[in-house]
C-alpha cells in the first residue's frame, strides 16, 4: 500500500468537514497542519491571491471560531479543491497567468460536475432497469 493512502475514512473526512455553497472544503488552519505552515501565513497569501472576487467567494469563505485550547476567537478560512489549486498554484506569482489559471480550475470543476450527474443518471437508469 502506498504510504499516502492509508488514511481512514474518518481521518478523510475531517480534512475536508465543511463545504461551501456544496463543494468540499477544508479550513486553513487543517492545511496549515498537515502542510506545516504558519496559519498566519497562510491567511495572507489567501487575501493576496489575484483572482477574480467571483472565484474568490465560491473558493474561499473567512470565518471565525472559538479556539477552545486559548480561550479566545480565531479567524480562518474554508478553501474549496479548487481554491486549494489556485492556492497551490501561486496565483500571485503568476498574476499574468491570473485568468487562465482561474479558467482552468473553473473548467475541472464543471467537467467534475458533468462527470457525477453523468454516474447518477447511470444509476438511476440501472435501477429502472432492474
Given amino acids: ?3 499516502g493512502n492509508n488514511m481512514n475514512q474518518a ?7 465543511h463545504s461551501i455553497a456544496g463543494k468540499a472544503a ?6 496549515a497542519e498537515k502542510f506545516s505552515y504558519n496559519h498566519n501565513y497562510l491567511m495572507k497569501k489567501i487575501s493576496n491571491l489575484a483572482c477574480s472576487t467571483e472565484f474568490k467567494e465560491q473558493n474561499f469563505h473567512k470565518w471565525f471560531y472559538v479556539d477552545r ?4 476567537l480565531r479567524d480562518e478560512y474554508l478553501v474549496t479543491l479548487s ?4 492556492l497551490g498554484m ?3 506569482k503568476h498574476r499574468e ?7 482552468l480550475v473553473n ?10 450527474m453523468f454516474r447518477a443518471i447511470r444509476r438511476v437508469k440501472e435501477q429502472i432497469d432492474l
Fill in 90 to 92: 501561486g496565483y500571485r
Fill in 83 to 86: 481554491g486549494l489549486t489556485a
Fill in 69 to 72: 485550547e486559548n480561550d479566545c
Fill in 11 to 17: 481521518g478523510k473526512e475531517k480534512l475536508a468537514s
Fill in 1 to 3: 500500500m502506498e504510504k
Fill in 97 to 103: 497567468y491570473s485568468k487562465e489559471l482561474e479558467e
Fill in 107 to 116: 473548467a475541472f470543476a464543471h467537467q467534475q460536475t458533468r462527470l457525477n
Fill in 26 to 31: 477544508t479550513t486553513t488552519t487543517v492545511l
